[in-house]
């Protein structure tokens, strides 16, 4: 809004001209985000609790985890509120891709948010039926795929790291591929969403590496010098992570342990199928998988020990997902924070260090 309200100024003030730059705007939006989600927090959890939106908390969990029954869930409202605002404010609403995250996010928020406000209303732990949820974000994630697919001048083909020669192309079996790509990357984050503060930072690094990767992508003589895929216009999606990144650290500061809020459904769902679809536009989907590192290791480590249970008879690891299994061997849950954001930073490392590696 602010770039086609004040760009065109630039020859009448030519202060205005720093607009044309998308590093400018990524800034812009990161402070703009962390100051929405900053300042509104202290209103929105008050407004949460006069509404008794109180998180249902599961007996099958850490019984230190009971405590925390009745914090505010919900907050991923704010969440979408900041990076969708700054995003609005400070992107190029021009441009094609832009808009594509923006709805895809908003999507699955409405999904999580449909499933939160079951749990909240009935007053229990479960939502949306399995059948009802996992359905409408295939639904969410298939218009996706076929929206890419019939998009003039997109590139359907996939790529892959460290082998820069192989192209695959999928032609429409690409709809497909989005849909296991937002899914899984959407239920993941759900997955590691379990301890103060987990989720939202992990997500935070892994918006942040986005940004750098969509930045690059949209610019074709980096691109070209890196030997990666172009795809042009790609570059203003790196707004929207910088937005993203911003609303993270400003609801981290609510979100920290002892939390004040919880982001719920509406907002693990939201950010995952929007780092989703950022790394399925930018070509970078097989990515993903290292650049979210812990999200895989919290749904594989479901998927490990339901297999394990009900070929063995036996569990892998004393809880899933693994942060439970941390937990429950004695580490302190601050620990268990922190150890898997330090993870994700060296997981963030190891993806950027792709782009040179070719």
Known sequence: ?????????????????????????VAAAIVTALLLSWLLGPWFVRTLRRLSVGQNIRDVGPQAHLVKAGTPTMGGL????????????????????????ILVTAAFGAIGFADDYIK????????????SKFGLQFLAAAIMGATLVLLPGFDTSLTFPFLKQLVLPLGYFYIVFVMIVLVGASNAVNLTDGLDGLAIGTTSVAAATYAIFTYVAGNKVIAGYL?????????????????????????????????????????????????????????????????????????????????????????VFRMSPIHHHFELIGWAEPKVIVRFWILSILFALLSLSTLKLR
């Open 1 to 25: 809004m602010l770039y086609h309200l004040l760009y065109p100024l630039r020859d009448i003030i030519p202060a205005f001209n720093v607009f044309r730059y998308i590093t400018f705007r």
């Open 227 to 315: 030997q990666v895929a172009h795809v042009p216009g790609m570059g203003e999606v790196a707004v929207f992570c910088g937005a993203l990144f911003g609303a993270g650290l400003g609801f981290l500061w609510y979100n920290s342990h002892p939390a004040e809020v919880f982001m719920g459904d509406v907002g693990s769902l939201a950010l995952g199928g929007g780092i989703g679809a950022v790394a399925v536009l930018a070509k970078q989907e097989i990515l993903l998988v290292l650049v979210g590192g812990v999200f895989v290791m919290e749904a594989l480590s479901v998927i490990i020990q339901v297999a394990s249970f009900k070929l063995r008879g036996k569990r």
């Open 120 to 131: 909240v209303r009935k007053r229990r732990n479960l939502g949306l039926t399995v059948r």
């Open 78 to 101: 704010l969440i979408l509120f900041a990076a969708l605002g700054a995003t609005l404010l400070w992107g190029n609403l021009s441009n094609r891709y832009v808009w594509i995250v």
